[in-house]
């Protein structure tokens, strides 16, 4: 997520992160990962609800989740302690001029990503 916020950046784009944490746990997010971007929690899931994100049981510890998890932990990553709705799934959404979304990607389950070259491509300023 750094370097796609630092492309983002870079072509002049703010990026907002919505967390379903603490704002004690958006902290420690911050900490543990360098975070220095805008950052606000949804405790209520009222954005994760009006964006109609996934969220479920089988979401986070389905069979793709898992074979996911499997695949980062074979590239390094190790999963912390979670913070905020185990069971929501996460989006990424770029909003144009108007409030428009030019492009969105709604996690299916836990570990599906928007594709950083899609993002990028959607925040073209040409």
């Not at 912390?80 to 909003?95: E, N, S």
Request: proline fraction near 2%; glycine fraction near 12%.
């Amino acid at each position: 997520m750094k370097d796609l916020q630092e492309k983002l950046t870079d072509k002049g784009v703010s990026v907002v992160v919505i967390g379903s944490g603490t704002p004690e746990q958006a902290r420690s997010f911050r900490e543990n990962f360098d975070y220095t971007g805008e950052m606000y929690v949804d405790e209520d899931l009222d954005a994760y609800n009006a964006f109609e994100l996934e969220r479920g049981f089988f979401k986070t510890l389905g069979f793709r989740s898992i074979a996911k998890g499997f695949t980062a932990l074979g590239q390094g990553f190790r999963q912390g302690l979670h913070a905020g709705d185990l069971w929501q799934q996460g989006g990424l959404f770029v909003m144009g001029p108007g409030n428009r979304i030019v492009f969105q990607h709604v996690d299916r389950f836990a570990g599906d990503h928007a594709d950083p070259a899609d993002v990028i491509a959607a925040c073209s300023t040409e």
